[in-house]
Antibody, heavy 117, light 106 residues
Framework: EVQLVESGGGLVQPGGSLRLSCVAS????????MTWVRQAPGKGLEWVSV???????YYADSVKGRFTISRDNFMNTLYLQMNSLTVEDTAVYYC???????????WGQGSRVTVSS | DIQMTQSPSSPSASVGDSVTITCRAS??????LNWYRQRPGKSPQLLIY???TLQSGVPSRFSGSGSETNFTLTISSLQPEDSATYYC?????????FGQGTKLKI
């Protein structure tokens, strides 16, 4: 059974940093396309970033230059380093796996990030 | 970026009814369109990928159709658990954008 478990969320001040972790079981992070999707309170889904098995990364314009997606193959863990946070980054962040046609077939339970002074 | 527009925004229906949700892309995206259901307080769940392929384990009363710019998700024999928000997503070009969501009330 595939499980994706996020951690690392919390309250941070504007301009601060946070690192989200996503521990995977039942799948190998390095062999998959792993992605982060976020959802602001009461809002819709927003694609944030993807890390391909090749190591290629892509980002939404809204986070480019501030967020970094990475992985630890030994720990089978996906990360999202978030710097220069703004109130607009407040959201639940989901770790997920892209599969056929880049559709997301497995989602974590989400990690809540609140950026506020 | 490709813009995805869903309609209607918040329909209501009864148990046993059918409902159709529409998703329109701002440019041609072939069949690179996925549908998700998100129940309140839960993570999204993949229903349909590549416009019309039913994800494993999803009931056959869910169906998708369309191509290029116009797509539909049809749910027949509505059940109480179908009360949820439904999202389309294009995976033709990065960034993979979502529609704004359709909140279905049963």
């Amino acid at each position: 059974e595939v499980q994706l478990v996020e951690s690392g969320g919390g309250l941070v001040q504007p301009g601060g940093s946070l690192r989200l972790s996503c521990v995977a079981s039942g799948l190998t992070v390095s062999s998959n396309y792993m992605t982060w999707v976020r959802q602001a309170p009461g809002k819709g889904l927003e694609w944030v970033s993807v890390l391909h098995s090749s190591g290629t990364t892509y980002y939404a314009d809204s986070v480019k230059g501030r967020f970094t997606i990475s992985r630890d193959n030994f720990m089978n863990t996906l990360y999202l380093q978030m710097n220069s946070l703004t109130v607009e980054d407040t959201a639940v962040y989901y770790c997920a796996r892209e599969w056929v046609a880049a559709a997301i077939d497995f989602w974590g339970q989400g990690s809540r990030v609140t950026v506020s002074s | 970026d490709i813009q995805m527009t869903q309609s209607p925004s918040s329909p209501s229906a009864s148990v046993g009814d059918s409902v159709t949700i529409t998703c329109r892309a701002s440019q041609r995206i072939s069949s690179s369109l996925n549908w998700y259901r998100q129940r309140p307080g839960k993570s999204p769940q993949l229903l349909i990928y590549s416009a019309s392929t039913l994800q494993s384990g999803v009931p056959s009363r869910f169906s998708g159709s369309g191509s290029e710019t116009n797509f539909t998700l049809t749910i027949s024999s509505l059940q109480p658990e179908d009360s949820a928000t439904y999202y389309c997503q294009q995976t033709y070009n990065i960034p993979y954008t979502f529609g704004q969501g359709t909140k279905l009330k049963i």
